[in-house]
């Protein structure tokens, strides 16, 4: 089957900086758009970033300039390097595969959305 995991979460001050992976067995990021999004308590699940299989990225506006998304060394591994870190970042963040993912529509962050997803990793900020 297909698995995603992600992990490098944790807390951290206002300002500082974490970096997420995303971790997938039983497929290739050669052949799947991935997608990074939030969910905080109370709030709606969001598009964070996304990396195309071809390398484009997209970004929400209240992280661009400050997150950036890239592909590891392996074709399974991804990352989301999250710096200038705010309060309002903090939220469990999920991975997510899927072809053209750039262009789905989330609701829950999870598979009844669409494609592939793991179970998320919290990060909080504190100011």
């Known amino acids: 089957g297909v698995s995603l995991v992600e992990s490098g979460g944790g807390s951290v001050q206002a300002g500082g900086s974490l970096r997420l992976a995303c971790t997938a067995s039983?497929?290739?990021?050669?052949?799947?758009?991935m997608g990074w999004y939030r969910q905080a308590p109370g709030n709606k699940c969001e598009m964070v970033a996304t990396l195309s299989n071809e390398g484009s990225t997209t970004y929400s506006d209240s992280v661009k300039g400050r997150f950036t998304v890239s592909p590891g060394n392996t074709k399974n591994t991804v990352y989301l390097q999250m710096n200038s870190l705010k309060p309002e970042d903090t939220a469990v963040y999920y991975c997510a595969a899927e072809y053209r993912v750039m262009y789905m529509t989330v609701r829950t962050c999870s598979e009844d959305d669409f494609g592939f997803w793991g179970q998320g990793t919290q990060v909080t900020v504190s100011s």
């Open positions: 039983g497929i290739s990021f050669y052949d799947y758009d």
